[in-house]
């Protein structure tokens, strides 16, 4: 009696069935991944970590959320909205919603550096902060501190130059705040920084300001991006030398800052530079 031969086609078919139903056996809920939604405790802290779950009626009024201080019914409500939002991520998917879209491309890429930013680095000691504090030492100078007062000259009434004569022929009494035309802030600036000062009245007027010495005269008249002023300095509070002892907190945030700045973007080009970039020479020339 002949054999009938077995087309080895069958064979292969077979023992993959077999394989398949083996491995639902062993683990029923890995049949079919891409339908199934794992939520545990890691899953949903991660979660709570995201910023997920934010607005609960049930949850903590201050400090970061966590699951063991939650009611069931809140953990129960929060399970329901991971899963909501997992699925409709994935359905986005399957729809690629996710391709050629410049708000997701760019949140994607936001949340890559912050996954890329590298651990806290640790303190390096005095020498090496003292070498970063002596390199950017003048971020650390305080700013001069001048308090002065002054008689305004509008230079709408008739122009910048009428103001500078008005100004250069009057002489301030003993009613000097009731002097002069009306200014739209205050005639006394109290203990005042170079650029609160440029805010209001122009960077060469602060300059000139600034360059005064006190004394009980009255001098000018300078002129301001809005007239002309007679001016006296009550006081004038120069800035000391920056003392590493007394900033080394300061200095210590500002190296770590920089620090991880520096090893974040060092991250990036090497992730940069392993694509290939082709670029269409029309947009260099």
């Known amino acids: 009696m002949t054999r009938r031969r077995i087309d080895p ?5 077979g023992a993959g069935t077999a394989i398949f139903v083996l491995a639902a056996f062993i683990d029923p809920d890995g049949a079919d991944d891409a339908s199934v939604i794992r939520v545990d405790r890691p899953v949903l ?11 609960l009626s049930e949850t903590l009024s201050s400090g970061p959320l966590k699951l063991d201080d939650m009611s069931a019914e809140t953990r129960e409500a929060l399970v329901a909205r991971y899963i909501e939002e997992e699925a409709l991520f994935r359905e986005a998917q399957s729809w690629g919603l996710d391709q050629d879209d410049p708000a997701i491309r760019r949140r994607l890429g936001q949340s890559m550096r912050f996954a890329l930013r590298p ?12 070498k970063y504090f002596e390199a950017n030492k003048a971020d650390y100078a305080e700013s001069d501190l001048v308090t002065f007062e002054h008689v305004f ?13 008005r100004a250069s ?7 000097w705040q009731a ?9 006394t600036y109290v203990g005042v920084r170079a650029e609160q000062v440029s805010a209001q009245l122009g960077e060469g007027f602060a300059e000139q300001v600034f360059a005064l010495e006190p004394t009980p005269a009255w001098q000018g008249p300078i002129q301001s991006d809005l007239g002309a002023h007679l001016v006296r300095v009550v006081r004038h509070d120069k800035s ?34 392993s694509y290939d970039s082709q670029i269409d020479p029309a947009l260099t020339q």
């Open 45 to 55: 802290e991660a979660y709570l970590a995201s910023g997920g779950g934010n607005g």
């Open 153 to 165: 000259f509008d230079a709408a009434r008739g122009g910048a130059e009428n103001a500078a004569q």
């Open 119 to 130: 651990d806290a680095v640790t303190d390096p000691g005095d020498a090496e902060l003292r």
């Open 169 to 175: 022929a009057f002489k301030p009494g003993n009613d």
């Open 179 to 187: 002097a002069g035309d009306r200014f739209a802030y205050q005639r």
């Open 9 to 13: 086609l069958w064979w292969f078919l």
């Open 240 to 273: 000391g030398e920056p003392e590493f002892a007394d900033l080394r907190p300061v200095v210590l945030d500002d190296w770590l800052r920089e620090r991880q700045s520096s090893d974040l973007e060092k991250r990036v080009d090497a992730i940069v530079s």
